[in-house]
């Protein structure tokens, strides 16, 4: 396969770019890491743990992002061996996240900042610079997880925190100058190419070989396909969806049958089928489009990143919810299922807002799926597992009957 630079998609989708094989094997390592996050939070389930649980899919998420991007803007002339590199990095990242705030944490950073090495490397031989999403070729946050390799104490994990902090904040922030991001870009090549020359020089001087490297082409702005993008961030909620079906499946495998456990577990499978059915209609961001098409991808990337990053959650309270059906769910895994599905329609929420959705739609449709599951979570300690959760099923429910019962009053209303 070349590994020359492709050209620019546009970014309206004429162009059509078809997830490669490779993508779909890339995601595969994502699969494995999901469950290993969701199965952590479930055993971990303090505020503490949902802190780390953050940050760790705070990480995963931001070395998936930079490959999918990379992809994008490649187009087919991607590097397969720094595709199969950086799974082997993101592998390694997922066998240590049961253990990546104890023994394996110098593990899952080391190779967390092996894999954004690799996906700035590559991305600088496509002379492109993302201006949509600058993290992904620009790894602003790293050298605080770089510090953390050689830190043997809990500070460690506030350095993690740091660095993702910093790649969020500079990528939404920069997202708004993209000229800036190109002549950073442009900089950094002109001195890179600057210490090769000076570097020939002095061998030249030595009476050694040298090979001057020519001038390399002007770095652009680059267009992401919106299209690719879309049908990739969508997989990926199809990924973390899948993950919770497994760890629902796995708790009532595992678990002695009873009468409180096959409600718990019929209500969270008709749970992640509802969210399942809400992206099916409107997309990763479960809204209905009311005005703009496409929401940008300094938007629909945090966006994407907090919805997933819920459905996890969800994962893990649907487990610990079939596990004890009968008993009362403790306290912080009470809060991570109703804040799973509360975060999840808030975020949902916003990009109605965005995309210019009528009022009653915002106090109809959004305002009781965020309120209903913050009540729940604040008052539900006296109710069973199996009761908690087919609230939050109830929510979902709502969410995706909502706009057919509304479209059935309003043909009833216009008809008399």
Known sequence: MSEAAAEPVPGNGEHEQKVTWLELFFDLVVVVAVAQLAARLEEHGTVRGVGVFVVLYGAVWMAWTSFTLYANVSAGAV??????????GMAVMATAIP??????????????VIVRV???NVFNRTHK???????AQVPYGVLPWF??????SPARFYLWAAGLAIEFTMSVVRSGHPEEVVEGLRKRERDERAKRWARDARRARMGLPVSTPALVERISAATLNIGHLGERLGLFVIIVLGEAVAQLIGAAAHADWSRGREFAAVAGFALLVGLWSLIFRYGFTSVPQFGVATLPPRLALPIHFVTTGAITALAAGLGASTHD??????????????AGTGVYFLVTGIGAVATRAPWH??????LPSVAVPVVVGALGGPLPAWAVAALMTAVVLWQVFYVPLREQWTARVRHR
């Not at 590097?79 to 082997?88: C, K």
């Open 129 to 135: 610079a993302v201006v949509a999403w600058s993290a």
């Open 147 to 152: 510090v953390s390799v050689f830190v043997d």
């Open 325 to 338: 059906a009968s008993e009362h769910l403790p306290t912080t895994m009470r809060w991570v299922l109703c």
């Open 99 to 112: 253990d990546a705030t104890t023994d394996r944490a110098t593990v899952f950073a080391a190779s967390y």
């Open 361 to 366: 739609w915002l106090l109809g449709w959004a």
């Open 79 to 88: 590097r397969q061996r720094a595709f199969i590199f950086a799974m082997a």
């Open 118 to 120: 690799i996906a700035q």
